[in-house]
């Protein structure tokens, strides 16, 4: 069984409170309920653990408008009122759309809301995710992150590599390097990688600080075990997305026993778990629902025991 840490209780959570002024000149503040997990640095930034994912906020396929507006700005107004400070999104979200989404519902910005977005992928006609990494084009992609987003400077920039299908093994360094030089122009404030094999994160590393790596990790995909212990060694973060993709049929039921006797639900327990596994995880699970945005904070803060987590180690089998 591998290392895990303790979900960090809401009763050791510090409630502060923050006023903001939504678009238009109401001036709202809110309490943050208690997130689980804690916090963990990016760099000069803190963000807590839990945090949200953007991407379904576009329409069908992530292409264009969402089919509720009002709903979608909602969701986003309700994760930062719940306490969220790190929202993730990306400019070929939609395309545009999702950004467009996050700067109408919440900017001007929360002093301690962290957006990161990535670079190094488009939409084709058809709906794929062509790469987009040569030196023009990353520029291209951050100055529309930044107009759509309303900012002079991005918080966060992941460059995107591999495919669809997942990390792809090639050289970064043209891209990469691109990045660092908008970051020493000051438009971008602190990189990271996503969809990268662990010889491409640490080739990241050999050209400037990486503060996260964002790549699919959970309880069925765990080729990434050295690289998260080795990040959380190092104070980078390690992002995860899809929870539950990439399961067998027989790891998925595996996973629905344990829910079932714990009273729980698989995202709640595939939350949870990821949580547990090593501090320097943040999540950012997506919805476009109020009400599945706060079942997944309340789900993530599932306490498992060691036995439990015995179990669900067997999720992975021994290829992990």
Do not use: C
């Amino acid at each position: 069984m591998g290392n895990y840490f303790p979900i960090v209780s809401a009763s050791s959570t510090v409630e502060r409170r923050r006023s903001r002024r939504r678009p238009g000149g109401t001036s709202v503040t809110s309490t943050e309920l208690h997130l689980p997990g804690g916090t963990w640095p990016l760099g000069d930034l803190s963000v807590m653990r839990f945090g949200y994912g953007a991407m379904q906020l576009a329409g069908p396929g992530v292409l264009g408008p969402p089919a509720d507006r009002d709903g979608a700005l909602e969701v986003l107004r309700s994760a930062v009122a719940s306490g969220i400070t790190h929202i993730d999104t990306a400019e070929a979200y939609g395309p545009r759309v999702v950004n467009e989404l996050i700067r109408e519902a919440l900017h001007p910005y929360p002093d301690d809301l962290v957006i990161a977005t990535k670079v190094g992928g488009r939409r084709d006609a058809q709906g794929g995710w062509p790469s987009a990494r040569r030196p023009d084009e990353i520029r291209q992609q951050v100055e529309d992150n930044l107009q759509t987003l309303g900012v002079d400077t991005l918080d966060l920039v992941h460059l995107r590599l591999g495919d669809a299908a997942g990390p792809v093994p090639e050289r970064i360094g043209e891209a990469f390097e691109t990045l660092v030089d908008l970051q020493q122009q000051g438009v971008v404030r602190h990189l990271g990688v996503s969809n990268a094999t662990a010889e491409q994160v640490a080739e990241a590393q050999s050209i400037a600080p990486i503060v996260s790596v964002q790549n699919m990790y959970n309880l069925a995909v765990r080729h990434d075990d050295p690289l998260v212990d080795r990040l959380a060694a190092e104070g980078v973060a390690y992002i995860p997305f899809f929870p539950l993709g990439g399961f067998s049929p027989l790891q998925s039921d595996a996973l629905s026993a344990v829910a079932r006797r714990l009273g729980s639900t698989p995202m709640s327990v595939a939350l949870a778990w990821l949580l547990h596994r090593s501090p320097n995880i943040l999540l950012i699970p997506g919805t476009s629902s109020v009400a599945h945005l706060h079942q997944n904070i309340a789900g993530a803060a599932l306490e498992l025991s060691r036995d439990d987590l015995a179990e669900l180690d067997t999720i992975a089998g021994p290829l992990r």
